[in-house]
């Protein structure tokens, strides 16, 4: 599987789905997805029924994000929010999320505690705060091939023209993927791409319901965006799909008349590999090494 560095050199766009476990991570890669993104946002909603503002932490971050590096091999990106703290911090979490399998990692400039980019009354550190939090993640990764993605929030409190002017000092100190959240309209996301076009690979974000109007990854590749997100789509369907089924079996108190929308015990285990690794580790079983003794 190619890098995620060299992925955002070619000429397609990099469709990177939301998952928030490794069940997901699975069923992306065999879909057949290049890429992932793990959403800090989805972890709070399927992991602690919380919303996105600013519950989860990083070591709960870095435990889900070890779970699906062992289990997939697809570049992920990861949503460190605002890297948890001041530099320091960020220097720690760029560090512990590069062990635990990120190829990218996302770092934002709102305040501590963060929510949702699409959610109202976000607060913003200084610039220069900013600036120097993108140095020490660039200082703390191990490898050039981690990216760091220098997201800002600016659109929404202090307008779209400052958004811009934080972005460009965000890649002036050594973000490899720009993010600029949340534009209201096409013109918006275009004028982001003009403004950066040639210069930097840019992360557009596609929210169900949120600020940014839905295009599909075909419409953002032509305007000029490297990468696209759907961080919440897989939980929202989750969550869909879970209340039909809820109140079918809460009715019927059987799950007969959703048997057609499952997979059934021999479909699942299909779908995880069961066979093959049961045979793998029948290879290390007890009778294959007796010893006299």
């Known amino acids: 599987m190619p890098t995620l560095s060299r992925q ?3 000429d ?7 998952i928030y476990d490794a069940f997901g991570g699975v069923l992306a890669e065999q879909a057949g997805f290049s890429a992932a993104y793990l959403s800090g946002a989805s972890i709070a909603y399927t992991r602690f029924g919380r919303p996105d503002i600013g519950l989860v932490g990083m070591t709960e971050v870095a435990d889900t994000l070890s779970a699906i590096a062992e289990r997939v091999d697809i570049p992920l990106v990861v949503d460190a929010d605002t890297g948890f703290g001041n530099a320091l911090n960020v220097q720690r979490t760029v560090r512990l999320f590069e062990r635990s399998g990120a190829s990218g990692i996302q770092l934002e400039d709102q305040t501590l505690p963060k929510r949702c980019g699409h959610l109202a009354g976000k607060t913003l550190v200084s610039t220069g705060e900013m600036v120097g939090k993108i140095k020490a993640a660039t200082d703390a990764r191990h490898s050039a091939e981690t990216l760091i993605i220098a997201r800002t929030d600016a659109i929404a409190v202090e307008g779209f023209e400052v958004a811009l002017d934080r972005a460009d000092a965000y890649l002036e100190a050594g973000a490899d993927v720009l993010f ?4 209201r309209t096409p013109e918006e996301m275009k004028t982001v791409v003009d403004r950066f076009r040639g210069r930097v690979p840019l992360l557009a974000n596609m929210v169900e319901g949120g600020k940014t109007p839905l295009m599909s990854a075909e419409e953002l590749q032509d305007i000029g965006f490297s990468l696209v997100i759907f961080p919440g ?3 929202r369907a989750v969550a869909h799909m879970a209340q039909e089924y809820f109140a079918s ?3 019927s108190g059987t799950t007969t008349p959703y048997r057609n929308r499952m997979l059934d015990f021999d479909q ?3 779908l995880l590999g069961t066979d ?4 793998h580790g029948a290879v290390y079983d007890a009778q294959n090494f007796e010893v006299d003794t």
């Open 233 to 235: 789509g897989l939980v």
């Open 249 to 251: 079996l809460r009715t």
């Open 180 to 183: 600029v959240e949340a534009p």
């Open 268 to 270: 699942l285990n299909g």
């Open 12 to 18: 397609d766009i990099v469709v990177a789905p939301g």
């Open 8 to 10: 955002l050199t070619a």
């Open 276 to 279: 093959k690794m049961l045979e």
